[in-house]
């Protein structure tokens, strides 16, 4: 079948998150299985963009209002992320190096969604699916369905992928006149709560709804920003599948980013190297255990709780642990992190901002990786510290409950249930004391590292979806 896939981000080319890992590797999967896919994103001025080439395969142009934007789709010719990528550029509404965080951000993504499908209904072959991811491209589902210009995509089936449901796109019906035309009568698919809610028109419009964990499809119908009625709704058209990881990509045993290869035999010695190149570069005790934490400073991460806790954690265990922490985001937490550099000088440091090799390299050389989320709807962090032999740390919400089972149920990692400083640091407690087991520690490592969550698995999940709404045969 054919497959496009939509979304504001796609790894290597443009990463904000979880998201971008997702769309850079399912689609890769799916083309070895024998689909044609298709990935579409903005053209962003990203290093990824600019170190590559392209080809202009189509121009055209949109309205938005009394706004025109003409726009070209540009195709990376060599096809070296293992899939077809397009980017769809936009040089006044794209040409920037953010992906998001702009005033004109929802006349950025609409143009792209419209954009994207005036190019997808000119060519000569209708796409089988067209997988939405967030709401970025919430209306596609829409228009597919109710646009008159798209008449001829009626046969296309849509899914839309919920990486994050906190975040729903919210515009007033003041920009309505910005979507092509269509008859009114269908405007209600539309209307959440007196607004335009981009996620909330995407899970009513499409054919499917997927989630990025069985656990987080439970969650949103309880927990899901006000739409936990809607979710309940459509349950019937939804799953929760849970992400996989890019083995290519996150193989201690080729991973070029780390100071040492290593497999699940030469783990030992292999971690240990990579932990000493990390601790010499951050000032650290390589004999003590290392907790590192990757990811955004904000609530939902928990990162508003790692400065008290990592100050609490290294005052009780001063002579025992080290803290690392790599990520950026709330400017108050990024300096109450700095401050504790001053306290806890050579058992503790901290690196604001993101580094791909750094982050690998931290996963290589760790022990433990904290994750206090607050919302996890699948997390990544925890599969690809299993994969290089780092004991996740997890509160159990969402992929987490998912995919870490705490070791005094014979699992992989450990776990609390509260997003909570005395959580945390109960977890650290306890992992020190099973650092100093190390039978059961090496034995719990190589268990997590022998777990399959590889793309394949996930890919044929997605498949299986797809073909089913193809079967239906539903408007």
């Not at 955004?296 to 642990?321: H, V």
């Not at 390299?361 to 607050?374: E, Q, V």
């Not at 004991?391 to 992929?399: K, L, Q």
């Amino acid at each position: 079948m054919e497959i496009f896939h939509i979304s504001a981000e796609c790894y290597p080319m443009a990463k904000v998150g979880g998201l971008a890992d997702v769309v850079g590797a399912l689609p890769k999967y799916q083309k070895n299985a024998g689909h044609e896919v298709r990935v579409v994103v903005p053209c962003y001025d990203t290093k990824f963009r600019n170190e590559n080439d392209f080809e202009r395969v189509h121009q055209g142009s949109i309205s938005l209002g009394d706004f025109d934007f003409p726009f070209s789709i540009l195709k990376e010719i060599n096809d070296k992320l293992g899939y077809e990528l397009y980017l769809i550029e936009i040089e006044e509404l794209f040409n920037r190096s953010n992906v998001y965080g702009y005033e004109d951000d929802i006349e950025r993504f609409l143009s792209f969604q419209i954009a994207a499908l005036d190019w997808i209904s000119s060519r000569n072959t209708i796409p089988d699916i067209i997988n939405c991811h967030d709401h970025h491209t919430g209306l596609i589902p829409f228009m597919v369905k109710y646009v008159y210009k798209y008449e001829n995509l009626r046969s296309v089936r849509t899914v839309i992928t919920i990486h994050n449901g906190l975040y729903q796109g919210w515009f007033g019906f003041d920009k309505l006149h910005y979507l092509p035309e269509f008859d009114l009568i269908h405007v209600g698919f539309l209307e959440w709560d007196h607004s335009i809610n981009s996620l909330a028109v995407g899970v009513k419009c499409a054919h499917a709804v997927t989630t990025v964990s069985p656990s987080y499809l439970n969650e949103i119908n309880i927990s899901a920003n006000g739409l936990e009625a809607l979710f309940r709704s459509v349950r019937d058209k939804s799953k929760g599948i849970l992400n996989g990881i890019d083995f290519e990509v996150w193989n201690p045993f080729k991973d070029q980013m780390i100071a040492e290869n290593y497999s699940v035999e030469t783990s030992e010695s292999g971690k240990q190297k990579n932990k000493e190149k990390l601790c010499e570069q951050f000032d650290l005790d390589p004999a003590k255990p290392l907790f590192s934490f990757i990811g955004r400073l904000f609530e939902e991460k928990g990162g508003d709780l790692l400065p008290q806790a990592s100050a609490l954690a290294l005052s009780e265990n001063y002579e025992n642990i080290n803290i690392l922490i790599l990520g950026s985001g709330n400017s108050a937490i990024e300096e109450q992190l700095i401050q504790l550099r001053n306290d806890y000088n050579g058992n503790y440091n901290v690196f604001i901002g993101y580094n791909e090799e750094l982050a690998h390299l931290i996963y290589a050389g760790s022990d433990y990786i904290l994750m206090p989320s607050r919302v996890e709807p699948c997390g990544l962090n925890q599969m690809y510290a299993l994969r290089y032999g780092t004991i996740p740390i997890v509160r159990r919400t969402g992929g987490l409950r998912d995919t870490v089972i705490d070791f005094g149920d014979n699992g992989n990692g450990i776990c609390h249930d509260q997003a909570s400083v005395g959580d945390i640091c109960y977890s650290i407690n306890r992992a020190v004391k099973l650092y100093g087991d190390k039978i059961n520690f090496y034995k719990i490592r190589k268990m997590g590292m022998g777990i399959d969550h590889s793309w394949e698995r996930v890919c044929q999940e997605y498949i299986e979806i797809y073909t089913l709404i193809i079967e239906k045969n539903e408007v």
